[in-house]
């Protein structure tokens, strides 16, 4: 290399220490997203004295200070007996942020990039004033304490005071709470004003940024308000700190500010604000005046954006804000019915008859007839899913049966009587039913063999149900539902069930092809009608599951020529099974945004879910999820002959050891009482008994199960060392995770067999 060459490379220091600084930022940056705070913070000392030689020094000084910000909070987010109000201050966080608050003002969003560091601005200081605000509601003394501190250095005082910009002194707890709840409005309110200016002007990527950027503003606005004001109506506020936020009508104020940003924030297509919507919801039933803001943005937002609440939607059909909400609703069964049909189904069925406000009833029966002519197959598809359940159509006729006999026979309703029991003739024995649907070997069979019981019960001609019990009901219908559940346990041809799912299929009709399959939509996406699966038929042979209900599997045929399998529940709600598996959804969406759900050395960290589908109160549809099996079948496959033979044949189950483990102690304590039932037992055992007494026995029986079951499971279906490993490793986080979110979200009955 000449002389003259090295001198010239003299022009490339800048770019090369642009690079280096940069490098840097992003090695603290992915430390901070790893948790690993002090090396966040070596790295940024390294590259402090040398921004201002970068060739972007705004930029790069920016993108520091943010990191700086960003570690110091999530320290302090950590439950720990070290973070206090005083320990968050000492850091200068505050000082900063109010640094970072004069750079952006002078940042102009022109990229992506631009875009991140605004936000990324906005998000950190939402995350600081809600921390404050939080050490507040506990130690409302904290900050006093904190000025008082002769430990932290005069330069350090008064930090909340500089970042708010007050001259004078504030240690009022409830003052400072609201200079921050309101600085933190105020610097959202002026970034989204800032965005939307200019947004009309705009194309391409820079207005998509400016968007994506509008979208986050109002969901964080959203979130602060939303979550101060359900701790201020829930009173969780012990200190009743919260009362200077919303006093003098400013509950109602932030409730219309609330419902504004969501509808927003939905409008510039943000898939966490269709997440909030149901609570904007009952915002509007608690703050009626938040009502008149539905009509004003709903017009704005795609209806499809919609699809994921719309069973909350028209749950509020009788309701006031029905009114609203109905141009959204007609707009969704012109364009998208199937999406719509079988939540307004479920809501139309609880809802017709308790409807008293004539303009909603009528709205409501105008949505049920264009929906019928829409889409003519779906009550006939639900009728023939009920079909597949004769066992709980029976236990529904006789659950209404025995409200009926409940009155004393002298006031006791006859004609009532005459037509519930005409009601079971035409449903089970065929009669005035012009459908031959229903003409199938089951209730052939079933009729053939309780015809004449059921005579005796009533008289050939309803002349008994004057005179008829109510225990003598009881029993008679008990042997009758034995039998039915007997006659049904072998019974797995569709047609011994139903003939609609064949006979209707085969017929050449236009609005045959048109039934979807139901669970194809989604608001993540606009939906592409033409992609949606079509039915074409159902696989003759059923699936009959040996449990409470026999649930039954119904695999359904597309025109894509691939098989859809799903599981008809009859007899119980799963609207609540619907709503969990949204919230799974929702958690997903949280863990993978989350650095420490998803680093590169550990599992993926997600719960499956699958789609569930709610057709009346006592029907729904449940995807199947093949090569899958529970964990009890699963792990009892793994004792050895002599272990099954020691837990089946001599007595030695654990479950039957602690039956009688419970059942000898209550009989000891108590000997004159009679077995009672086994939680009065259980409680026994922690009355006359010592913590260590239990924990012994509990051991001793424990120890009847062998402790490698598991580890034997995943050793024979693994094909290598490596892949039992993977297994483990892969079961231990899907596990754990699962029954974290079911900690959470508070659901129980959960065993082996589920």
Known sequence: MSFTSRLKSTEFDPIVTDEKVQLQLDMSYCALRQRNFKLALTKLNETRHRLDSCRNPLMKSIYWNEIYCDVHIKRHQIPSTSSTLTSLLSTSVAKELKKLETKIHSLEIVDQQTARLNSNFIQLNSQFSRLVIDFLLVQPMSYESYEQNPQIPQAKHRQLEMYLQSNETIQQADILIR???????DLLKDNIHKQQIDLPQLTGSIRQAKENLLSRDYNELASLCDDYLRRYENHEDDNQLLKTLFADSNDQTIAE?????????????????????????????????????????????????????????????????????????????????????YPFKLSYETLQSSVTDSILKSNLENLNQQLNRTVPLVNEFIQALNQLNPQQEFDIWSKELFHLLANDSATRDIDKLEIHRNQFRTIFFDENNDSESKHTSIRCLFRKGIENEFNDLFGRNGELLSTLSLGDARLALGNISLKLKTLLQDKSNLNDYSTWFTSTFRQQHSSLNKL????????????????????????????????????????????????????????????????????????????????????????????????????SSKLGIIEWLDNTRPLKDLIEESYTDSEYDLITNQGQHPRKLYQDYVVNTYQKAKPSAKTTNNTLMYAELFLSLTKGQVQDEFQQIQSVVPADLLRRAYYKIANSHEGFYTLRRQFITSYAVLCTSQYILGIGDRHQSK
Not at 257 to 267: D, F, N, Y
Not at 296 to 321: H, S, V
Not at 528 to 543: A, G, N, Q, R, T
């Open 179 to 185: 200079d921050l709840f309101n600085k933190n409005i």
């Open 257 to 341: 500010l609330i419902v504004r940003s969501i509808l927003l924030s939905m409008k510039y297509g943000s898939n966490e604000g269709v997440q909030r919507f149901s609570r904007l919801l009952q915002i509007v039933d608690f703050y009626p005046q938040t009502m008149n803001l539905i009509e004003e943005y709903l017009n704005q937002i795609p209806c499809w954006m919609f699809f994921d609440c719309l069973y909350q939607i028209t749950a509020y059909l009788d309701k006031p804000i029905a009114l609203k909400l109905y141009p959204l609703i007609e707009q969704i069964v012109q364009i998208y019915p199937q999406a719509i049909v």
């Open 516 to 615: 979807e399959i139901p669970g194809q939509y989604t608001s993540k996406k606009k939906p592409s009608m033409e992609h949606h699966i079509k039915i074409v038929d159902f696989d003759e042979k059923l699936l009959v599951l040996h449990s409470l209900r026999l649930p039954k599997r119904l695999t359904i045929r597309g025109h894509d020529e691939n098989d859809y399998r799903f599981l008809v529940k009859a007899g119980e709600d799963i609207r609540q099974d619907q709503r969990i598996e949204a919230l799974f959804t929702i958690m997903n969406d949280l863990y993978g945004h989350n650095s420490n759900c998803h680093q590169t050395n550990s599992p993926h960290i997600n719960i499956r879910t699958y789609k569930v589908i709610p057709m």
